[in-house]
């Protein structure tokens, strides 16, 4: 006996056929989203103006999801980060804080530092 299997997908917004899946996360959750091509495009639109200033972290799908790497730019936000991260034990260091001199810098002390 023969079988076909036939996968459609459906667009989660409008319910007329998707093209593509999305992934993307906020808030430590990740999700995932299936799209027609122009809901695809409105979605990377709004999202565009906050993925041009945020932090990228982890791992990017690599399947056309939000998220793309642009050469060169993760070694200009490491170097923030690490330039960042020694003002913060500068600061905590001022302040009464024990931090070391390498390794994660505590949750607390970042919060105490972002509030300041």
Known sequence: MARQVITQLIDDLTGDEADQTIEFG??????????SDENASTL????????AVGQRVGRASGHGGITRAVRGAAA?????????????????????????????????????????
């Open 26 to 35: 906020l808030d430590g959750r990740a999700y995932t989203i299936e799209l």
């Open 44 to 51: 990377r639109q709004a999202l565009a103006p906050y993925i």
């Open 76 to 116: 200009t936000a490491q170097r923030s980060t690490r330039a960042r991260n020694e003002e913060i034990r500068e600061w905590a260091r001022a302040n009464g804080y024990q931090v070391s001199d390498r390794g994660r810098i505590p949750v607390g002390v970042m919060e105490a530092y972002d509030k300041r």
